[in-house]
T-cell receptor
Framework: AQTVTQSQPEMSVQEAETVTLSCTYD???????LFWYKQPPSRQMILVIR??????QNATENRFSVNFQKAAKSFSLKISDSQLGDAAMYFC????????????????FGQGTILTVHP | DAGVTQSPTHLIKTRGQQVTLRCSPI?????VSWYQQVLGQGPQFIFQ???????GRGNFPDRFSARQFPNYSSELNVNALLLGDSALYLC?????????????FGPGTRLTVT
């Protein structure tokens, strides 16, 4: 079974600064997908960024980028130029790329990291 | 387009009772997944339904059941409620043709068992 671990329960950053959230995972599979989701207080969870394991190039979405280290099974999220609206709980998640579609619905989440942004 | 909707928003039940939670996916999405999120923790996968068939089940007791209707909406049922069932129940929909496909989450149903 796959596991996802986020070792930072809470992080804080000053507005306009950069912060990195850590995530490690354990799997015996070679093909999979990794995601970062954002869950603002009392609001819906939304996808921030995704990474395909067979792609060596790190994914980037505007101010959000990842550092994907497949051998180390590490998948960190970097938020640049932090904004007050970035304050939320962030979850790292894993999905198997198992063929057939039966696994496409299952995301395995980490425990989450609460990010506070100070003005 | 409307996003994923869930009802009710909040629910308070007593131990031993039964509860039904409802989810309407985004139009065109055929897959619905259910997650349980205990306060302060990450969501835990309960079920996935695709084309009205169960395609995945997490490590939850048989008290938990679900079904998907011809219009792809879904219900999650929990019988013989325990205090530990108190959580935010999330529904997510997708059109799962690829494992990279995004899951879109609803706002959740907050269940409190007293």
């Amino acid at each position: 079974a796959q596991t996802v671990t986020q070792s930072q329960p809470e992080m804080s950053v000053q507005e306009a600064e950069t912060v990195t959230l850590s995530c490690t995972y354990d799997t015996s599979e070679s093909d999979y997908y990794l995601f970062w989701y954002k869950q603002p207080p009392s609001r819906q969870m939304i996808l921030v960024i995704r990474q395909e394991a067979y792609k060596q190039q790190n994914a980037t979405e505007n101010r959000f980028s990842v550092n994907f280290q497949k051998a180390a099974k590490s998948f960190s999220l970097k938020i640049s130029d932090s904004q007050l609206g970035d304050a939320a709980m962030y979850f790292c998640a894993y999905r198997s790329a198992d063929a057939g579609g039966t696994s496409y619905g299952k995301l395995t989440f980490g425990q989450g990291t609460i990010l506070t942004v100070h003005p | 387009d409307a996003g994923v909707t869930q009802s009710p928003t909040h629910l308070i039940k007593t131990r031993g009772q039964q509860v039904t939670l409802r989810c309407s996916p985004i139009s065109g999405h055929k897959s619905v997944s259910w997650y349980q999120q205990v306060l302060g923790q990450g969501p835990q996968f309960i079920f996935q339904y695709y084309e009205k068939e169960e395609r995945g089940r997490g490590n939850f007791p048989d008290r938990f059941s679900a079904r998907q209707f011809p219009n792809y909406s879904s219900e999650l049922n929990v019988n013989a409620l325990l205090l530990g069932d108190s959580a935010l129940y999330l529904c997510a929909s997708s059109f799962p043709t690829r494992p990279s496909d995004e899951q879109y989450f609803g706002p959740g149903t907050r269940l409190t068992v007293t």
